[in-house]
């Protein structure tokens, strides 16, 4: 098994910079049904395009590289103690190599473990089989939307679509009202897993390994079959859209499993995958550790996705470009509305979760007034001069800031956020007050992003690891679109409020 540590690592590595066949071709066909011009359309032709650079460029598609998870089966008879110390070590190789993010952080202590390892991490699930090959799948699925995954204990009342009953028809109430509850914060146009029955654990285990069926595979179970086909057609009629920009396709993939239950429980889970739906998978010889297949590379598709032609034509306003330099005026800002693109050159900051937390608090190290912050994770490297270099650096889900943002934005004079998946209404209310824009990059285009750094100016809080440290970078030609305003305007708040208006279309029963 000599090759087996680098197989592990050729896994890992195309895992994070190279999207399987199924899912890129659900993302040009989502691609296709957009009107050119509106804001979904330019949004997917970014997400095309970093998706390409890449795979070029063997750089993660997404900064985010997720909770490194493993579903092994083996022969019998093999070492599991040994596959297991080769994983950890293909694990510590891809991240010091900049495929992986360092993501293991120890919750009560904060501290980042910086090599991928920690408790519980990776997650290796292992299970016999008759066959006399290994079979290694790894899905490297980002906290984003991982935060957006939901359980629904049955029955229950959901907004919009009212009671949802123990049966064929509840299920098909809570997996719309999934997609609809995740909006684009989990970087929409999505793919759902979903696990009917089981217990809280075991529901979202089921729901988590439906993300390895094919995008185009067809469910042996007819109810479910029937069930996966309708939440397909219905669920893009929420018009949540590419990262909640309104559009016309806001999920690309939903497969269903089922599970007995105990009589007392009936859980229905959901486990929400981002565009950037990194899986693959191999066979490997157990004498060589040699790859003998991939799982979905080396398989031709068989059935093409099913597609549905847009429901009405996306108009869109002619979008006005403002090119801007921080530091940035109050009036600059305040002339600035919803759906400008904005476009950057010059400094500006990360800052992400421990940042924001630590500032309420703080002084800020450098001077913020008229700043940009950029809530953003970044891969980062030292090259052979010890110089940091930016290996992927796409938007985080800027919700988790809510509490802090306001306050921020005002204690130091903040011009600009930019971030993802929109704000809510004190955040927008601060924005009026202060002066300040909430801006919108696309989700998971960590290289298109990365390619607008064109300089590392300095770092601090390294202490709270490197995604979640204060990095200051030089961007040109850095654009975002203004999805928040300083007059109280939110297109994320519209959004919402039109998506839940088009979930009660759904309310009526449809399976007896
Ligand atoms: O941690 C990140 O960089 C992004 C995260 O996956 C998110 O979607 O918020
Ligand atoms: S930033 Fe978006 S694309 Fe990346 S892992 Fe998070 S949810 Fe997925």
Known sequence: ??????????????????????????????????????????????ISDNIETAEENVSPICQDTGMP???????????????????????????????????????????NSGDNLGEGVPVIHYEQWEKDEIEVRLILKGGGCENKNIQYSLPTEL??????????????????????????????????????????????????????RKSTDTNPNPDLARLEEYIMENANKLSIGTMGFGGNTTLLGCKIGSMHRIPASFYVSVAYNCWAFRRQGVTIDPETGKINR?????????????????????????????????????????????????????????????????????????DLEGGVIYHCGPVMLKDREGNWEVKAAGPTTSIREEPY?????????????IGKGGMGARTLEGLK?????YLNAVGGAAQYYANCITGVEGVHFMEFGVPEAMWHLQVKDFAAIVTMDAHGNSLHKDVEMDSLERLAQFKEKVFA
């Open 1 to 46: 098994m000599q090759s087996l540590k680098e197989s592990l690592l050729e896994l890992i590595t195309e895992t994070s910079t190279n999207l399987p066949p199924d899912v890129r071709s659900a993302i040009q066909r989502a691609k296709k049904k957009e009107d050119s011009g509106t804001r979904a359309a330019l949004a997917l032709s970014t």
């Open 69 to 111: 998870t493993f579903y092994i089966k083996v022969p019998v008879g093999i070492n599991q103690i040994e596959l297991t110390r080769a994983i950890r070590e293909a694990i510590v190789e891809a991240t010091q190599t900049g495929k992986l993010r360092p993501n293991a952080v120890d919750p009560l202590t904060g501290e």
């Open 159 to 212: 907004e919009g679509l009212g009671r949802a009953g123990r049966d064929l028809d509840g299920i098909r109430k809570c997996i719309l009202h999934s997609v609809y509850q995740a909006q684009g914060q989990g970087c929409s146009a999505g793919f759902i897993g979903v696990g009917v029955g089981g217990d809280r654990t075991t529901g979202y285990e089921l729901a988590k390994q439906q993300l390895f």
């Open 294 to 366: 991939w799982l979905y590379k080396d398989e031709p598709d068989t059935e093409p996705v099913t597609v549905t032609e847009p429901e009405e034509p996306q108009t869109q306003s002619s979008t006005r470009e403002v090119r801007l330099i921080p530091p940035i005026s109050e009036e600059d800002i305040r002339n600035l509305r919803v759906g400008d693109v904005v476009v950057l050159d010059g400094l500006i900051h990360t800052g992400r979760d421990a940042l924001h937390k630590y500032l309420i608090d703080h002084d800020a190290p450098v």
């Open 405 to 417: 943002q306001a306050d921020i934005i005002k204690k130091f004079g903040i011009r600009a956020v």
């Open 433 to 437: 007050e202060s002066g300040a824009v």
